[in-house]
C-alpha cells in the first residue's frame, strides 16, 4: 500500500521579480494569470512569455467548454513549459496542457483516451485555499451534465510550486476567507479518509493548526490583519494541498459540487455549507474511529471538551464567512433528491474517500437539514 508522495519541488520566494529572474521566465513559455495578478506584479517586467489571461475563457470555476478553448489556443503555440499563476481555476485548467495528444477535455476527463505528460508546469497560487499547486487533481464542470469532475492523475502534478505570499496581498476578503476555509476543509476530510495514515496525517494536522491560529487572529484583530499571515495562510494551504493530493477528500467535497455546478456557488463557500453537518452525521454513523482521534485535536486546538469541537468550530468559521439556508442559493426542494443522486452517481471517487461512505438517502438527508 502506498503511503505517500510528493512529486512537486516546492519553492518560496520573497517577489514576482525574483521567481521570473530565477527561472529566466519568457520566450517559449506559456502563461495562464489572472489578469489582476499578472497586471500588478508580472506586467511591469516585460517578459516575452505568451501570456493568456484566464478570464478570456470565462468568468469562475472551470468548465469543459474553458479547457476546450485554452487547449486549441495553446495547441497554436510551440510553449514547451506552461506558468499557471492563480487560483485553484487557473492551476486547474493548466494541468490539462501538459497532457500529449489532441484530446478534447471531455474525453480527457472521462479517462476515455490515454494520459501522458509531455510538458513542464510550474504553478504560482495566489490564493491560500485550493493547494491544486501540489495536487494531483485538477477539477471541471462538464456542462453536458452540469456538475462538476474530478481528474485525479499523476501525470498532471505541477513539476513545481512556486509560493510568494506577497500576491496574495490583493486578494479581497471574501476570496481570502472562503478559500482558506477550502484549505482547512482540505486538511480535516483527507485526515479522517481512509487513506490518510501518520505521513498525511502529519500535514493534514499541522494545516489544520496554522489555519484555526490564523482564524481566531483575525477574529481579535480584524479582517484586515490578515495581511501579516499572508505566508502563514499560504503555507497552511500548501500543506493541506499534500495532505489531500495523498489522502484525498470526501463528502463535503461531493456533496458541494452540485451546489457549485448548478447556482455557481464559489468552491470553498459551497464547502463550508456542508463542513458541520457531515461531521455530525459521521459522529452518529461511527463516533469510534479515526473520528475520535479528530475530536481530541480538535478539542485541544479550540481548547473545549470533544463533545463540543463542532459547535466551537462552526462559532469559529461563521465569524470568518455566513453560512446560509440552501433555499437561499436557490436550491429547490425537489433537488435534495436530485442532487443526492447525482453526487451518488459522479462522485465515487470521493465518496470511496470519505470517513462513512454514505448513500444517496443519507447524502438527501444532509441536503434536507441543510435547505
Ligand atoms: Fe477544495
Partial sequence: MKLFQQKTTVHKFKSAGEFTEQYGIGKGDFILASKSIYEAYFAPQKLEAHVEYKNKYGAGEPTDVMIDALLADFRRTECRRIIAIGGGAVIDMAKILVLAGDYSTEQIFKREVPLAKERTLIAVPTTCGAGSEVSNVSITELTSI?????????????????????????????????????????????????????????????????????????????????MELLDEFLTASNLAGIAFGNAGTGAVHAMSYPLSGVYHVTHGEANYQFLTAVFASYQRMNPDGKLKKLNQFLGG??????????????????????????????????????????????????????????????MAEIYRQLY
Fill in 146 to 226: 452540469h456538475s462538476k469532475l474530478g481528474l485525479a492523475s499523476d501525470e498532471i502534478y505541477a513539476d513545481e510550486a512556486v509560493l510568494i505570499p506577497e500576491l496574495l496581498s490583493k486578494l479581497p476578503y471574501d476570496f481570502f476567507a472562503t478559500s482558506a476555509i477550502d484549505a482547512f476543509i482540505h486538511a480535516i476530510e483527507s485526515y479522517v479518509s481512509p487513506r490518510s495514515n501518520l505521513y498525511t496525517e502529519m500535514f493534514s494536522m499541522e494545516a489544520m493548526q496554522m489555519i484555526i491560529q490564523g482564524f481566531k487572529k483575525i477574529i481579535e484583530k480584524g479582517a484586515d490583519y490578515r
Fill in 301 to 362: 486546538l479550540l481548547d473545549c471538551p470533544e463533545t463540543e469541537v463542532y459547535k466551537q468550530l462552526e462559532g469559529i468559521l461563521d465569524k470568518i464567512i455566513s453560512r446560509k439556508k440552501l433555499r437561499e442559493y436557490g436550491m429547490k426542494e425537489d433537488e435534495i433528491q436530485s442532487f443526492a443522486e447525482s453526487v451518488e452517481e459522479s462522485q465515487q471517487r470521493l465518496l470511496d474517500q470519505s470517513y462513512v461512505k454514505m448513500t444517496a438517502a443519507q
